[in-house]
């Protein structure tokens, strides 16, 4: 089995990425590692999939849009309105053929880094999080809290993310993946039954 070079993929991603968003990319490959410690999940994996988690995040819509026609990858209708939505799933496509990561947990984060989704990994929780609360972020409300929460339980969490996003989405007005209240329902519900 080949092994991902660490190296390389940040290499690649500098050169890829503006530089806002390799910012954002460290930010959240090395807020994915001090969560791994935390939860004993593998380093590496997690710094892997924090540095590939965006890497479809500067190619254009058009880009986007050729890849998924050209590889059939399934498009919907919300994402053919809105392309951007496309860069994880996009993400996920390249961080298998391009940057060969095998391993399914890893590119599963990288699938469901936005919207998450119901009954994910650690890996999968812990790449959601990175990417909302890495340090270079400042906008989003409940930030510092978030962060302590982080390191306190991963799936109050999600909660408070997802319950903030869908806020957000919502005074936005946008158009939104469906993806993003199910996990919300699912964990909301989870975290009762317990
Ligand atoms: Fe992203
Ligand atoms: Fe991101």
């Known amino acids: 089995m080949k092994t991902v ?4 993929i940040r290499k690649a991603m500098e050169k890829q990425q503006d530089a806002k968003r390799y910012e954002h990319t460290l930010g959240v490959a090395y807020t994915a590692t ?4 935390k939860y004993g999940v593998s380093l590496k994996d997690a710094q892997l999939a924090g540095l590939l ?9 058009k880009k986007k849009l050729s890849i998924c026609e050209k590889h059939g990858l399934p498009v919907s209708e919300v994402e053919m309105r809105n392309p951007f939505l496309l860069h994880a799933k ?4 390249l961080a298998r053929k391009e940057y060969l990561v095998q391993d399914e947990d890893i590119i599963n984060a990288i699938l469901y880094h936005t919207t998450g989704r119901p009954d994910m990994s650690t890996i999968e929780k812990i790449i959601f999080i990175a990417d909302y609360i890495e340090p270079g972020r400042k906008e989003a409300p409940n930030l510092t809290q978030l962060r302590q929460m982080a390191f306190e339980d991963l799936d109050s969490t999600l909660i408070g993310i997802l319950k903030d996003t869908l806020a957000y989405l919502e005074k936005k007005g946008g158009e939104m993946d469906p993806m993003t209240r199910n996990t919300y329902e699912y964990y909301c519900k989870e975290s009762k039954e317990v």
């Open 53 to 61: 988690h965006d890497c479809a995040k500067c190619l254009s819509d």
């Open 90 to 93: 996009v993400g996920g496509f």
């Open 5 to 8: 070079d660490l190296k390389k």
């Open 34 to 37: 001090a969560l791994a410690m």
